[in-house]
């Protein structure tokens, strides 16, 4: 399996778009405005494997032909499901997204395997305004079978990168790709991103 596809999911303004780009450009960039659902590739070698990784940013925004969460739920073979510990709202929208996930598996009688889930905490240097407790992320990270994780996209590039190095890897080693049942749609390159993240008016949080 060399092409490994993970849906960054979770509620409005959580971070989705700041670990993406964090992941691909090493940079935090302050506000990311995205008015469509996109596809980033990346490829990348994995335990000296090399894999085309897709990375889906969906819009939290209503866009034109916008996929819902079930199909992207379908398309993905990994997933990590992005809550802000400064924002009890955005935990139960995690939680529901986890839930979907593993709900959608079991009705999927196709799968060879469990897909691969990793629950991130974002905005931890907010720990100041926490509203989710760390011990709260670890309850629903073990009912769901996921991987859990606290960081900051603001601030840890290191921890954004070893968090996404081991979803690829699970994924990758999870078994052969599903049938891919529909792709959401937009595609953008590197360069596209690099344009967008550099011609962002930056914000500093
Ligand atoms: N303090 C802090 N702010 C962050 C962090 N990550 C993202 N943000 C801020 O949170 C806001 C939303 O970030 P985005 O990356 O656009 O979030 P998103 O989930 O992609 O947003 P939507 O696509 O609109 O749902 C921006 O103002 C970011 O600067 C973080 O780790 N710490």
């Known amino acids: 399996m060399n092409d490994i596809k993970v849906a960054i999911l979770g509620g409005e303004g959580v971070g989705k778009s700041a670990l993406i780009v964090r992941f691909l450009t090493r940079r935090f960039i302050g506000e990311y405005a995205s008015s469509s659902e996109c596809i980033y590739r990346k490829r990348m070698s994995v335990d000296g494997r090399q894999l085309n990784l897709e990375l889906y940013d969906p819009c939290s925004q209503p866009c034109e032909g916008k996929t819902t969460l079930n199909e992207q739920i379908h398309w993905a ?71 859990f994780y606290e960081l900051s996209a603001a601030e840890c590039y290191q921890e954004v990168s070893l968090m996404f190095t081991k979803l690829v890897r699970n994924a990758s080693l999870n078994g052969k790709a599903k049938e891919r049942r529909r792709r959401p749609s937009g595609s953008k390159s590197m360069a596209k991103l690099i344009n967008n993240v550099f011609g962002k008016r930056r914000k500093s949080v």
């Open 77 to 147: 073979d990994g997933f990590v499901v992005v809550y802000d510990i400064s924002d009890r709202s955005s935990f139960i929208t995690a939680t529901a997204i986890v839930q979907l996930i593993r709900e959608l598996n079991l009705g999927a009688a196709k799968r060879d395997s469990e897909p691969v889930v990793f629950l991130v905490g974002n905005k931890q240097d907010l720990c100041h305004m926490r509203e989710v407790g760390k011990e709260e992320g670890q309850r629903l990270a073990t009912e769901g079978r996921c991987q």
